[in-house]
């Protein structure tokens, strides 16, 4: 098994591009998350989906948004980079959302210029 | 809202020593995650804890669930240079099932 996997791995965008992030998991999880981590922050979860067909904001949603594109994916979009998203971001997946290990991917280091 | 505070924010320690940190929360917890993140990697899981008052191990590291529930602690035992890297707490927050991380403890072994 993969577990997590995310592309790509590095990206550097100039302000106003748009890209999407990608993450699959091959766990049969229900649930999975986008972190963003910034030096001395922690990680900050920006939206989630508890089970295929929903998704939710987390805790610092605005600029992104995601799509659960079956119990598998989970992208995530920016639609105009800010210099402010530079980041690096993590997908994470669990069994069921409450109260659960959540397992991550190795992360996408963003640049945006 | 909730908050998660680490300390220490970073150590040097001798190869061979043990090492203790701990997590601190403004409010009661009922599930305490410990995980390490490896430099350029995710975090992984290392210990999950579900009742107040819970220890438990895993090779050389020993988590505790405190008594309080606002609280929890890491050993990591005879340390090695491969125990390098960050060390998060994180649990759900209140009334969610959205969890929050600590900032993190930054480990650093002289060999």
């Known amino acids: 098994n993969a577990g997590v996997t995310q592309t790509p791995k590095f990206q550097v965008l100039k302000t106003g591009q748009s890209m999407t992030l990608q993450c699959a998991q091959d766990m049969n999880h229900n649930s999975m998350y986008w972190y963003r981590q910034d030096p001395g922050m922690g990680l900050r979860l920006i939206y989630y989906?508890?089970?295929?067909?929903?998704?939710d904001k987390g805790e610092v949603p605005n600029g992104y948004n995601v799509s659960r594109l079956n119990k598998r994916e989970f992208s995530l979009r920016l639609e105009s980079a800010a210099p402010s998203q530079t980041s690096v971001y993590f997908c994470?997946?669990?069994?069921?959302?409450?109260?659960?290990?959540?397992?991550f991917g190795p992360g996408t280091r963003l640049t945006v210029l | 809202g909730q908050q998660l505070n680490q300390s220490p924010q970073s150590m040097f320690i001798q190869e061979g020593e043990d090492v203790s940190m701990n997590c601190t929360s403004s409010s009661i917890f009922n599930t305490w995650l410990w995980y390490k993140q490896d430099p350029g990697e995710g975090p992984v899981l290392l210990i999950a804890?579900?009742?107040?008052?819970e220890l438990t191990s895993n090779g050389r590291l020993t988590a505790q669930f405190g008594i309080t529930r606002k609280d929890s602690f890491l050993n990591i035992s005879a340390s090695i240079p491969s125990d390098v890297g960050i060390y998060f707490c994180?649990?759900?927050?209140?009334?969610?099932?959205?969890?929050?991380f600590g900032t993190g403890t930054r480990l650093k072994v002289l060999a």
């Open positions: 989906s508890a089970s295929e067909g929903t998704t």
């Open positions: 994180a649990g759900p927050n209140s009334g969610t099932y959205k969890y929050i």
């Open positions: 804890l579900y009742k107040a008052g």
């Open positions: 994470a997946s669990s069994w069921l959302q409450a109260y659960n290990e959540q397992f």
